[in-house]
């Protein structure tokens, strides 16, 4: 790691150099937890692990970006409402999707106690029409939707996470 930071900014997310990462405490005033954040020139890459007593309040925050997410739950439950797309739909341990919602309103709220814990990966369009225009066939409805400008989000068809996959997760920033 090149830095712990205590308090969380856009300004400091916006600032940090390309290769580098960072920890954060969360910025939500009625939770508790760490952000590890990555920036490379295509992708950003999040593991959000927050501890809650109760359901949190809901946070919204306009995306003025245009990105697509990978998003894996790897504990606890997230309802998720992203405008025009979905409305409170459950992200609950093993749940993932990829999800491509340009310029909306996008609402989280944790739901439960414990710990709550998510992996994100934030890939540029033009990245994301390269890795699936010469992938799978099946996949190259999603390329071209990106290359409109399309909304849509693609639900994983299978819950939870291959052993490999869950080694990732847990050695990423070992």
Same mark, same amino acid.
């Given at each position: ?26 910025? =939500?005033? #009625?939770?508790? !937890? ?13 593991? #959000?692990?927050? @501890? ?9 925050? &306009? ?12 504990e606890g439950t997230?309802?998720?409402t992203h405008e025009?797309? /979905? ?6 341990? !093993? &749940?993932?999707?990829?999800? @491509? ?10 739901? !439960?106690? !414990?710990?709550?814990?998510?992996? &994100? ?6 990245? =994301?029409? %390269?890795? /699936? ?36 997760? %847990?050695?990423?920033?070992?």
């Open positions: 790691m090149d830095e712990v930071v205590t308090e969380f900014s856009m300004e400091q997310l916006i600032a940090m150099p390309k290769g580098a990462w960072r920890e954060f405490n969360t910025p =939500m005033k #009625d939770r508790t !937890g760490r952000m590890k954040i990555a920036v490379t020139d295509a992708f950003c890459i999040v593991d #959000d692990t927050i @501890f809650t007593d109760k359901d949190t309040a809901s946070s919204t925050h &306009y995306n003025d970006k245009s990105f697509v997410e990978m998003n894996f739950v790897l997230t309802l998720q025009g797309l /979905l409305h409170r739909h459950p992200y609950q341990k !093993g &749940y993932h999707n990829i999800l @491509f919602n340009p310029f909306s309103t996008e609402t989280n709220q944790l739901v !439960g106690s !414990g710990t709550h814990r998510s992996f &994100y990966i934030y890939v540029s369009v033009e990245k =994301m029409i %390269d890795l /699936l225009s010469g992938y799978l066939d099946e996949m190259a409805p999603f390329a071209e939707k990106l290359a409109k400008g399309e909304p849509f989000v693609l639900h994983s068809p299978v819950q939870g996470q291959s052993t490999g996959l869950s080694y990732f997760f %847990d050695s990423f920033w070992a």
